[in-house]
Every structure is written in structure tokens, then in C-alpha cells.
């Protein structure tokens, strides 16, 4: 595989970091990989274990000769990373991101850019509930979706060598406009994690006769509300950089919720039966 | 293992059915098992495959010398299941059932007999969103609790040989009262159901520049509304039995969502980060 890049920094090393790392890494096509992040732990980690050949931790460090800027902090902290190593860019590095939102990112980065350096948003939709890049995995991407969000004014050539970075790493590319894509996630990713948090937390404040409840839980419970062990700060601010679709597809699903327990509350038989069964239906063509 | 029962009849040889049958021949505490229920397919099945000795679909045909009856069937035929077998059934004949409702069952069993046989309500929660008895496993309720629901009516000794045969099936027995059972389950078991359901809704009906959400939905929603692939009758029918203690649940799971969404709305990042953490922290105590 030629080379597409010569030093990829990668700014936040943790599970997502450190698997682009080493996925990048075995195919051959970025030569050199430096990573950044504001904890030395994980750094010293991902380096001991050659999953970067060296690293920094101070901005002002950022390395000359850097012709891809890897973004893979947590939401909140992507514009501020970028905006922090700004003065020393050069012309002509690529910047991306991994983010799982996207319309915020496109806009700050393009106000904080004004054409200088071609930014090309992307969100590779692989992950899990564990983090830090002791569980980083080379694999990790491999026929999972990535979706990239250029705008109207993203360089295409950029775009295209990030296509070709995600589909090395065994990505399946996709692009899609940054609306639409927070809209999508809102629905089938973030949505979930909030009715998950929101079913834990109704479980642990309700009051049955002094039984703990959490004794009671068993296999179906455990599965619809194993997304509520993800990081509490990385949905905290998925959510708040979303928060207008989240807010949208959260009123949906409450709506939803509250025929069904008009439904119930009224013995409608006929009618529910009818909605379980679609959603049964539904779910089968999920797979 | 001495005799238990000499003649149980189980009526719905279903996954629960066949495999209390499986496990309770595997123990040798009934010397006969008969099975009851209105399709024959089932039966004939459990009947090639041994886990019966015979099986009748008229009740008329209720065999003489019954000594346990076993109701397996779903939640809304328990009662008349029973009804059916009334001038039938034996004196000393206790009665039972594994449905996952019980204040409506217990009470329309007591007036329905008034004395006359012992009733014992028991809830085994095993299970799978598989059925039928070609799914039946002997080992199902092994560890899994099953819950007892005498009244202050229901005969001791009854109570007393229906534990001793859960026990002996591996299950974990405990008692308590039908209400609070009810109000336990609507919130462990029943709301996370009606839960994913309405998330599966919620996202097939979703318009998002008409791209198939379907296509886009990862392991997180996957699991969490693996529930929703359970049958639709027979949710319908445990939502209405219990409808009062699942449209309480659901009453506060709305709130709770109302809660998060307005937080969100209004980007209260603290309050959001610690009610997500809250739930991350119940979570784990899961398991």
C-alpha cells in the first residue's frame, strides 16, 4: 500500500485513537504517528506498546511536518484541540475527526479555518463500552460504516484522501450532509443511550415495598440497558452538541410512549397488539 | 427423589411448559405428565420427544387422578383454562400457574374456586424470546428465581409442595405478596419491554431524508431492543393484566425522559453528566 500520509497526529489516544494507530499502522499508509492527549498515562501506554512512535503533550509542541491532523478527543474538545495547535498547522495538513456529532464541528471548524486548511468531518460508527487504547483494536473498522460530512466548501481532494485513509482501514465510506447526519445518529444512536440512562435511573428511583430492585433484573433488562455503562461525560456532551435532534427524536419517542400507555391504560387490546407487532417486524429486519 | 405428584397435567406445552415437564421428569418427582392445549402440534411434538406421556385437547377428556395442575399457558387464558377443567378437577387437586402477572390471576382463581382447591401462584422468571417446546430445556430454571404469591387465603400445605417442587427444579423460591409482585415486575421486566417496543417504533417511523434507519442501527440499539423481538400477544396480554403497576412505571419513565429532555434543551451539562453517571453506577451493580 503507498504511503497516503507522512506523520498522522493523532490528538486523544484512547480506544478510537490508538485503534486508528494501529490499523493504520499495519496497512502502511501513514509513515509516522505521534500522538497527543492532556494525560501522559495513556500516551506512555499507547507507546510502550509501539502504537506510536512518539508523542506530546504540550501544544506549542505540535510537530513540523505533520500533513494529517487525526481528531479523536471527545466531542467537546475537538475545536479547542485544533484551535490550540492552529498556529503551528501548515499549509496544506489535512485535518479530521472522528466525532460522533457532526453540524457544530463542520461550522466551528470552518469559522475557525476561514479556507486555510481543508477539514473533512468524519465519524467512523465502530466502538464499544470500554475505553482507553489498552483495548484498542486493529480490526476495529473492518466493515464498519464511516461516514464523512463535507460541506459545500470542503476541499474535495482532501475528501477523497480521507475516504481512501477509512477504506484502508477496512471501512465502508459513505458521505452524508452534517444535518442529516446528526439527525440519523440522534435516532439510532444517541436516542437510545438516553432511554437507557433515563430506564436505569427510573429503576433505581422507584420505590417497591423496600425491594431492591436491582436484585430482580434479569436477562432482558441487562440487555436494554447495557448501553447506560458508556462514559457519563462523552454522552453528556454527545448530547448537549446534538441537543437540538436529540431533543427532537426524545420527544418522538415520549410521544410514542405515551399512546402506549394511553393504550394500556384503557385496555386496547387490538391497538397494541398491533404496535408490538410492527415493532417486532421491525426489529427482525434489523438482524 | 420421592413422589411429588402422581398425575400433573400441564396446560400449555409451550417453552415454559415442556421444559418444567423436562426437568421435573429429570427429577422424578411426578410419575405422569399429561399435557393440555388447544393446538395439537405442539402437544404432538412434546409427545415424540417423551417430555409427555400423553396430552388431551378437549376438557372434557381432563384426566381422573390429577393431583397437580400446571397452567403454562399465556397470561389471558389462565383463568379460562381453569374454568374449563372446574367440574373436573378433583378435591386435593392444587392448582397452579407461571404467568407473570398475579393480582388479577390470584384473585379471579380464588373467586372462581372459593374454597374449593388450592390455588398457588407462582412466577418463574426464565425464559427467552424463543417458544415452543422444540425450545424446551430442563436446565431453564436452574438458579433463576421463582416467586410465590400466596394470600392470606391460599392453603400452607399447598404452598408448601409447590415450593418443594420449584426448589427441585433448581429455582431460587421466595414469596410475596400479588401486588408487589406486580408493581416489581411492571417495573424489572414489563416497562423495559413496552420500552424497546416504542423505541423500534419510534425509529421505523423516523423520517430522515429518507434514508433506511434500519440500515444504521449498530450493536447499542441492537441490544437494546433485542426485547422487542419478543411475542406481541403475549406482551399485550401482561401490559393489560398488569395495566395499573405498568402504566405507573411508564408514567415515571415518561418523567424521566421529559427530565433529560429538557435538560438537554437547556445545555445543563452538570445535571445531565450526574444523572448519566447515576445510571452508569446502578448499572454496574446490575451486573
Redesign the interface.
Given at each position: 500500500m503507498p504511503l497516503l500520509f507522512h506523520k498522522m497526529v493523532i490528538a486523544g489516544v484512547g480506544l478510537l485513537g490508538a485503534s486508528i494507530a494501529l490499523a493504520a499502522r499495519r496497512c502502511g499508509i501513514v509513515a509516522e504517528i505521534i500522538g497527543y492527549g492532556r494525560g501522559v498515562e495513556s500516551l506512555s501506554l499507547a507507546s510502550e506498546r509501539r502504537m506510536i512512535d512518539d508523542y506530546f503533550i504540550d501544544a506549542e509542541r505540535f510537530p513540523a511536518g505533520t500533513d494529517l491532523l487525526m481528531v479523536a478527543t471527545p466531542v467537546q474538545a475537538i475545536v479547542p484541540t485544533v484551535r490550540s495547535f492552529l498556529p503551528r498547522l501548515e499549509p496544506g495538513c489535512i485535518v479530521t475527526d472522528v466525532g460522533s456529532v457532526k453540524l457544530r464541528i463542520v461550522r466551528q471548524m470552518e469559522k475557525l479555518f476561514a479556507g486555510k486548511h481543508p477539514f473533512v468531518g468524519a465519524h467512523p460508527?465502530?466502538g464499544?463500552e470500554q475505553w482507553g487504547p489498552q483495548h484498542a483494536n486493529a480490526d476495529l473498522f473492518i466493515d464498519?460504516?464511516c461516514i464523512l460530512t463535507p460541506s459545500d466548501n470542503t476541499d474535495a481532494q482532501a475528501v477523497e484522501k480521507i475516504s481512501c485513509f477509512w477504506r484502508n482501514l477496512g471501512a465502508k465510506v459513505e458521505s452524508m450532509?452534517p444535518k442529516?447526519h446528526d439527525?440519523?445518529?440522534a435516532?439510532?444512536?444517541h436516542?437510545?443511550?438516553?432511554?437507557?440512562?433515563?430506564?436505569?435511573?427510573?429503576?433505581?428511583?422507584?420505590e417497591?415495598?423496600g425491594?431492591d430492585?436491582?436484585r430482580?433484573?434479569?436477562?432482558?433488562?441487562?440487555?436494554?440497558?447495557?448501553?447506560?455503562?458508556?462514559?457519563?461525560?462523552l454522552?453528556?456532551d454527545i448530547?448537549?452538541a446534538n441537543?437540538e435532534a436529540?431533543?427532537s427524536?426524545?420527544?418522538?419517542?415520549?410521544h410514542?410512549?405515551?399512546q402506549?400507555?394511553s393504550w394500556?391504560?384503557k385496555?386496547e387490546?387490538q391497538r397494541?397488539?398491533l404496535?408490538?407487532?410492527?415493532?417486532?417486524e421491525?426489529?427482525?429486519?434489523?438482524?
Open positions: 460508527i465502530a464499544s464498519h460504516r450532509e442529516v439527525r440519523l445518529l435516532m439510532v444512536s436516542l437510545p443511550h438516553v432511554a437507557a440512562y433515563a430506564l436505569v435511573n427510573t429503576l433505581s428511583k422507584a417497591v415495598d425491594i430492585l436491582k430482580y433484573c434479569a436477562g432482558g433488562f441487562k440487555d436494554i440497558t447495557r448501553i447506560a455503562s458508556s462514559r457519563p461525560e454522552w453528556r448530547c448537549l441537543r436529540v431533543a427524536s426524545l420527544a418522538k419517542y415520549i410514542q410512549l405515551n402506549l400507555k394500556i391504560t385496555g387490546a397494541l397488539e404496535e408490538f407487532a410492527r415493532a417486532n421491525v426489529r427482525r429486519q434489523i438482524g
